[in-house]
């Protein structure tokens, strides 16, 4: 169509304006003949992210008959359609036991002194029936007693917090271990069942998921024993 406009014989005047000299005149939309003279330039559609107007920009393509960039177009609409989440379930629940540590204190130079302290230790199963949510969750959560085998939609935590009364060397000796959630800018330990939930809750609203039930108090979320998620 602009070919048709500016070929020689087609009987269409510029329209002279007071500063002398001429302009053409064409009576359609001109904030969007900016993107069509960038694909005649370029040979490619660039258009700005979130751009809302590509009804418009193809009736424009349409009346110029561009058929490359109404190809364009097409193209570049199916690569900004995202794709609907599909129905999904999650499930987590926590317990915690109380466990009584003894261990020899070192009072002196020959003196041991037998001592106790108690242990919380937490065992969490998840279950997940979207891969992609159930790999971000296996990447969040870091505990080398955690179940990482690849495969299935469940996944499985242990760990337990080493009090301060406890020494390092006799929480290691027993085979207890930490969980830890983030990277390595913004690691922090998990405590307790709060937190594990909290991190799951994080996890589950950044893929779609909705609460739909809380044992044993629904009004109580973060106190709560068992979560479960849907995305319908």
């Known amino acids: ?66 058929r490359p960039l109404l190809d364009a177009l097409r193209d570049w609409e199916t690569s900004q359609v995202t794709p609907a989440p599909t129905a999904a379930l999650l499930h987590a629940d926590v317990d ?41 969750m296996r990447a969040r959560f870091d505990v080398a007693s955690g179940d990482q085998a690849e495969g299935g939609p469940h996944f499985r935590l242990e760990w337990a917090p080493r009090p301060e009364e406890l020494p390092e060397a006799e929480y290691e000796r027993l085979g207890l271990q930490p969980l830890w959630v983030g990277g390595p800018a913004e690691r922090r330990e998990v405590t ?27 009004e109580d979320l973060l106190n709560s024993r068992s979560l479960r998620f849907v995305r319908h």
Do not use: W
């Not at 007071?18 to 040979?43: E, T």
């Not at 009072?107 to 979207?130: I, K, M, W």
């Not at 709060?194 to 629904?218: C, I, K, M, Q």
């Open 1 to 66: 169509m602009l070919g048709a406009m500016f070929r020689a014989g087609t009987p269409m005047a510029p329209n002279l304006n007071p500063q002398g000299g001429g302009q053409y005149f064409i009576d359609r939309d001109g904030k969007a003949f900016r993107h069509i003279l960038n694909f005649l330039r370029l040979g490619r559609l660039d258009l700005p992210q979130g751009y809302g107007e590509t009804a418009l920009l193809r009736a424009e393509a349409d009346f110029y008959q561009i």
């Open 96 to 136: 915690a036991s109380p466990r009584l540590v003894h261990f020899s204190a070192r009072r002196g130079p020959h003196h041991y002194e037998l001592s106790a302290v108690q242990v919380d230790t937490f065992c969490a199963n998840l279950f997940c029936t979207d891969p992609e949510c159930l790999g971000a």
């Open 192 to 218: 307790g069942t709060t937190g594990f939930l909290e991190e799951v809750l994080r996890a589950a609203l950044e893929h779609g998921f909705r609460l739909d039930s809380v044992f044993p108090d629904p």
